[in-house]
């Protein structure tokens, strides 16, 4: 244990190190290892009772609500850091649910989250990792603020809008789109140095064409879910130059045949087209030198070119871009199940397609640590400022958690 202790100062040392005062640097500390010590409740007043001599609730309270030390700062460092550490593969973006009771929380609002799988009354969080098959950190966050949050919104809420004030919410925060929360994140982790091989997410984000316009526009790969009703042209599909009369301005080129959903493209390549394909080692056991059961499916995957409005073509007048069509029809189903768009090189292998489509259940993993043993969702403050001060600090100690893991053993990483 003195060991662990040990190697957690020098872990919030380096985090904190641009904190001016030295009190913000020890209730850093203090505070994360209250979120690492037993016990079902990671909120100030439990977590002050657990921590012995250091069990100050009046000071850890302050620290999370009212002391102005910048969350940004912090989280550069730990992006930094699980850089060095991971060596990550992929950005992978996302969203959960903070199951709220009351009204009085900045940006509550009755919403849907995959939390609860409804709509509820709860905040949302929009998150950011690095991540590999073996390890992973969420290093930045955007709290969505919902448009009866926001007075220049025509759907705002009075009772909502008066409640900024209190609840600390700066006078710049308005609605924004959570794809478009994103991609400030992604470009923010790109301000702090930190590499973008590949961005992955569920269709939540993968649907909005904005989202994806705006990672082709960044220079950015991408594999995204989407849902089954997205249309697109197979590849080889060619526009043509419809009849002109000679007056006024010639009509645009145009592909001859309507476009196909998605859905309809797979079933037309046919069951045969499906290949079988081992991903990635699951956490039940099961046969194998690892021990744990192989993550095992079948997938269709064609080359197209999306269609649908907001689609972008590559010229006002040229043919769309290919992209990648993936799709998930296992052998029991009679039809595929999930599907996903992916900007990466033609040649990609069929198992690396399927491989960094999947990663995203690398958020799975976080978000549920993160929630079952390290608080996320315990913080009990109102304020703007305490719930990105409490984000930050259990993305650090889920952090520190995954370095003593791969200080170990990568693959107990990969399986924790």
């Not at 550069?76 to 060095?84: K, T």
């Not at 969080?125 to 926001?150: K, Q, Y």
């Not at 859905?263 to 046919?270: E, M, Q, R």
Request: hydrophobic residues 40%.
């Amino acid at each position: 244990m003195a060991e662990v202790r040990e190697d957690l100062e020098a872990f919030t040392a380096e985090l904190f190190d641009g904190f001016f005062r030295a009190d913000q640097r020890r209730w850093g500390q203090v505070y994360v290892r209250g979120l690492l010590l037993d016990g079902r409740r990671k909120s100030v007043e439990p977590m002050a009772a657990r921590l012995g001599e250091d069990g100050n609730r009046q000071a850890l309270a302050h620290f999370l609500t009212s002391s102005p030390w910048n969350p940004v700062h912090v989280r550069a460092r730990l992006a930094w850091r699980m850089q060095d550490a991971i060596a990550p593969e992929a950005l992978i973006v996302d969203d959960t649910g903070f199951l709220k009771d009351g009204d009085a929380s900045a940006c509550v609002s009755r919403q849907y989250t995959g939390t609860a799988g409804k709509v509820t009354n709860c905040q949302v969080g929009v998150s950011l990792h690095l991540a590999t098959d073996h390890a992973s950190a969420a290093v930045d966050w955007r709290l969505f603020l919902p448009a009866s949050w926001d007075p220049a919104s025509p759907g705002a809420d009075p009772s909502k809008v008066a409640r900024r004030g209190r609840c600390g919410i700066p006078d710049r925060a308005g609605h924004v789109e959570k794809w478009q929360l994103a991609l400030d994140m992604v470009d923010e982790a790109r301000s702090w140095g930190i590499d973008v091989p590949l961005v992955v997410a569920d269709a939540g984000y993968g649907d909005a064409a904005a989202f994806r316009h705006g990672l082709e526009e960044r220079g950015l790969p991408y594999a995204v879910g989407i849902s089954s009703r997205h249309s697109a042209h197979p590849s080889d599909a060619q526009p043509v130059q419809p009849a002109y009369a000679g007056t006024g301005r010639p009509p645009k080129m145009q592909y001859p045949d309507a476009p196909q959903t998605v859905k309809d493209l797979v079933i037309a390549a046919g069951r045969t087209a499906a290949r079988p394909v081992s991903w990635r080692e699951g956490s039940r056991p099961g046969q194998g030198l690892s021990g744990f059961k192989r993550m095992y499916s079948r997938f269709v995957a064609l080359r197209i070119r999306p269609a649908g409005r907001g689609v972008r073509r590559a010229t006002d007048s040229t043919e769309l871009p290919e992209r990648w069509l993936l799709a998930e029809w296992p052998a029991g189903e009679s039809e595929p199940v999930q599907f996903w768009l992916s900007s990466l090189p033609s040649g990609m292998p069929l198992a690396t397609l399927v491989r960094l489509a999947k990663l995203r259940w690398r958020i799975e993993h976080d978000y549920r640590e993160m929630k079952q043993a390290l608080g996320l969702a315990h913080f009990e403050g109102r304020t703007w400022n305490g719930w990105h001060h409490h984000v930050t600090l259990v993305s650090a100690a889920h952090a520190f958690c995954t370095l003593q893991r791969l200080a170990q053993d990568p693959k107990d990483a990969a399986q924790a």
